[in-house]
DNA sequence: CATTTGATGTTATTTTTCTAACAAAAACCT
DNA sequence: AGGTTTTTGTTAGAAAAATAACATCAAATG
């Protein structure tokens, strides 16, 4: 890609940082070249704008994803993940503090809140922070460090000693793979600290997981089963509930 | 309007009530009726729905509300904004670890980076965080803390500590005001900490401030103008190189 | 039962947006 | 300078969407 084109993709991506659309002619006018070099631009670049009907619009959202294109797979899974997360989020009661972990699985959780909830929420992902950076009534804490794009995560070495000195009340915590007896894990070491930063702290835990990250094993474990109180899962995980601490609930 | 058409109006509504897009063939078979119907379910409809290049969209979505007000006056800013930043980038090199503050002063600076430019970047500012998250090149570190939405920035009262840290080679700041006697000011004091701390641990220190900002005192003082190596403003600032520490450019 | 009325579907037309191909201009290199 | 590559603009054609007009269907009414 060109420098001159990064660099109007730039400008109109701050244009459209907040939000709003913009006519495909009215960027061409503000960057003083045609129609045309926009469209290449935006077919060259990274894919964080995108157009839709002649109408520049950010794509970077997944707030704004298209919900039902129910031809697609992915779709069928985001609908999954916005039904395992409806039921979570009746876990959820005003003045809680609640950590939210990282990836794609619990935003819908965030972005389905409501604008006058009155939360502080607990995070180390961008993508979940930028969700809650827009309710009012959310008091948002971002645990900072290094980015790892891979996961959209912050890391550092004393987040442990700063999520511990925070009253979590709840902890919604994600996995790449949940093997009923080997356990719970993800792709990326720099997130094992963190999640077991936060199950060590929260009074109340909760595993959020579809049904596709049943019976998988990743790389990286961080947690047994029976760390957490609960579990929220698909009708197809094979979960059950035992007699043991982790209560399932299939959505 | 039809008792028919509102309930599927009230269908359509509903499945968008958490944002995203339909496209108009998927409403019209989610309802069972063509295509036509449902565009004339929206036309006689009360506007909370719209359609937008064949995709249905709630009307009061931020993401897809027109920016009227970027051709008016924005825009002038803007460029002197991109013309500052062309300049300030010129004091970039590679390797370097820069400290970029917040605000959309130097939001074109980041959004300009060349995808590969390898650099290390502190931010404790969220939208240059987005910005910089997509350059695989950077490696990006997000000073976390509490969110406030007024700078979208973090703040916290260990901030300084980790800043200080870090090996700062080049410091960029901002500032809402900038007085050549009474010094260098910001509105918000959680932004105090974090700017003073950069300042005092970075090799070099530019302020970058267009004309609008000269001669204006705002609430919290943060630093002095010979505090700086170097002030890069436009040509309506009045700043002026004196045989004293900061070397003024204008451009 | 025929007729009317309103809602819906279908088709055709216009407009807009998208894509591809080529031409002009600018930047780059030797 | 001369030639080459890259970037941008223009044009033309294809595709998609918006609009309008007309046809069809179903319920309601006398």
């Known amino acids: 890609m060109n420098e001159r084109s990064a660099r109007r993709l730039g400008r109109l991506t701050e244009a459209?940082?907040?939000?709003?659309?913009?006519?495909?002619?009215?960027?061409?006018?503000?960057?003083?070249v045609s129609e045309m070099t926009i469209r290449r631009d935006l077919s060259a670049g990274d894919g964080g704008l995108t157009l839709i009907g002649g109408h520049l619009v950010r794509a970077d959202d997944p707030r704004y994803a298209p919900l039902y294109d129910l031809a697609t797979q992915q779709d069928r899974q985001a609908e999954a993940?916005?039904?395992l997360c409806e039921v979570a989020a009746r876990h959820i009661e005003d003045g809680d503090t609640l950590f939210v972990d990282c990836?794609?699985?619990?935003?819908?959780?965030?972005?389905?809140?409501?604008?006058e909830r009155s939360l502080t929420v607990v995070t180390y992902a961008l993508n979940v922070a930028n969700a809650l950076s827009r309710l009012p009534g959310v008091r948002l804490v971002l645990l900072g460090g290094v980015y790892h794009p891979s996961s959209q995560t912050f890391a550092s070495d004393d987040i442990v000693a700063r999520l511990s000195r925070l009253g979590i009340n709840k902890a919604f915590i994600t996995a790449a793979g949940v093997h009923a007896k080997k356990g719970v894990s993800c792709f990326h070491f720099h997130e094992v600290a963190p999640k077991q930063a936060a199950i060590a702290c929260a009074t109340q835990r909760l595993l959020v997981a579809d049904d596709s990250k049943a019976g998988i094993i990743r790389p990286a474990y961080f947690a047994t089963l029976d760390d957490f109180d609960v579990v929220i899962t698909g009708p197809e995980s094979g979960l059950e509930t035992t007699a043991g601490r982790p209560q399932i609930i299939v959505a």
């Open 103 to 115: 990836g794609t699985t619990l935003m819908p959780l965030v972005s389905g809140l409501d604008q």
């Open 81 to 83: 993940k916005q039904r």
């Open 16 to 32: 459209l940082a907040r939000g709003g659309t913009l006519r495909l002619s009215e960027a061409a006018r503000l960057c003083g």
